[in-house]
T-cell receptor, first 111, second 114 residues
Framework: SQQGEEDPQALSIQEGENATMNCSYK?????LQWYRQNSGRGLVHLIL?????REKHSGRLRVTLDTSKKSSSLLITASRAADTASYFCATEVPRGFKTIFGAGTRLFVKA | DSGVTQTPKHLITATGQRVTLRCSPR?????VYWYQQSLDQGLQFLIQYYNGEERAKGNILERFSAQQFPDLHSELNLSSLELGDSALYFCASSLGPPNTGELFFGEGSRLTVL
């Protein structure tokens, strides 16, 4: 079974709007990461937040982590058509030697 | 360009056949990960190697095997192929020791089993 589950599965917004994606996970983690995948391409790392951090920013990206609720959110502000992609959360578990990905959120930004 | 190279990019084969997918990690990375992505699905973790040793196994079928060589490149062998094995197979690498954060992904090998 997957460690992380993203919500919503798909999201369609207008250019300029903000996009929020959520991720829930099941076990304790070392860190949580967000990746982006353009259709059929390799995944690209966006941001990593450690288990002792609550919020992190990178450009138009804002990630929050709530370890008590085992959840994270990714906010993309002022979205652009080029942000159209699938977004995955990934969790690194302690001593698990593996990074587990969720099913992803498909984001479509209309120009 | 992530620095991770996967070959072949595309592969079409028949049921019952065997194929080998190859991955060259980013220079200096010691950890290699293999993932399977079926159509419109998330990534299923298959197996991880660190400096030549297997460190973690996921949902990898017995028909599949992998190894990491002394030069740190890795190969994923898929045998007795079935239609359901059609998928994108991704290799990723990280600096290591295992689980130190960001994974760098190759562009994947798209396997089609007919």
């Amino acid at each position: 079974s997957q460690q992380g589950e993203e919500d919503p599965q798909a999201l369609s917004i207008q250019e300029g709007e903000n996009a929020t994606m959520n991720c829930s996970y099941k076990t304790s983690i070392n860190n949580l990461q967000w990746y982006r995948q353009n259709s059929g391409r390799g995944l690209v790392h966006l941001i990593l937040i450690r288990s002792n951090e609550r919020e992190k920013h990178s450009g138009r990206l804002r990630v929050t982590l709530d370890t008590s609720k085992k959840s994270s959110s990714l906010l993309i502000t002022a979205s652009r058509a080029a942000d159209t992609a699938s977004y995955f959360c990934a969790t690194e578990v302690p001593r698990g030697f593996k990074t587990i990905f969720g099913a992803g959120t498909r984001l479509f930004v209309k120009a | 360009d992530s620095g991770v190279t996967q070959t072949p990019k595309h592969l079409i084969t028949a049921t019952g056949q065997r194929v080998t997918l190859r991955c060259s990690p980013r220079s200096g990375d010691l950890s290699v990960y293999w993932y399977q992505q079926s159509l419109d699905q998330g990534l299923q973790f298959l197996i991880q190697y660190y400096n030549g040793e297997e460190r973690a196994k996921g949902n990898i079928l017995e028909r599949f095997s992998a190894q990491q060589f002394p030069d740190l490149h890795s190969e994923l062998n898929l045998s007795s192929l079935e239609l359901g094995d059609s998928a994108l197979y991704f290799c990723a690498s990280s600096l290591g020791p295992p689980n130190t954060g960001e994974l760098f992904f190759g562009e994947g090998s798209r396997l089609t089993v007919l």
